[in-house]
Structures are given as structure tokens and as C-alpha cells.
């Protein structure tokens, strides 16, 4: 799976690979790959994704006992 997912990043990027739907809703995920994560920014960026995801707060706060991962992606801005 990892290889087709790289290949339609890719062609989302270039802009050769029209999704097939206008709009995704991703919910409920847990930990996404980079592939997985570029493919929801792609979306995203493009106004065709919208994120949902269950969170507790004490992983989102800035505390030291915050696991750094949650803040490193780049989709948390765009949750509605």
C-alpha cells in the first residue's frame, strides 16, 4: 500500500490526479504515516478535506508530559 500511496500524493501534488469526489471527511484517525499526512494536507489545502479527530487536551496542551508528536503535524491548524 505504501507505494500506491506515494504515487497518488505525488499526482494529487502535480495536480495530474483529480480526486474522485469533491470532498473527504477523515475522522477518528490515530497516528498517520507522512504519506497518509501529505495526502490529507494536499486535500486540505485545496478546501476538499474536512478533519475531525477525538483528542484529550492533556496531549494537546504545551506541557513537558506532552507527547511533541501531536504538535508536530502540520493538519491540527485545520481541524473544524
Do not use: K, W
Not at 19 to 30: Q, R
Amino acid at each position: 500500500m505504501g507505494m500506491a500511496q506515494r504515487r497518488i500524493v505525488q499526482d494529487l501534488e502535480r495536480d495530474i490526479l483529480p480526486p474522485p469526489y469533491d470532498h473527504f471527511v477523515f475522522a477518528g484517525f490515530n497516528d498517520l504515516t507522512a504519506t497518509e499526512q501529505r495526502i490529507i494536507d494536499c486535500l486540505s489545502s485545496r478546501q476538499q478535506a474536512t478533519i475531525y479527530c477525538d483528542t484529550d487536551r492533556f496531549y494537546m496542551d504545551d506541557t513537558p508530559e506532552t507527547d511533541t508528536r501531536a504538535h508536530q503535524t502540520t493538519i491540527l491548524p485545520t481541524i473544524q
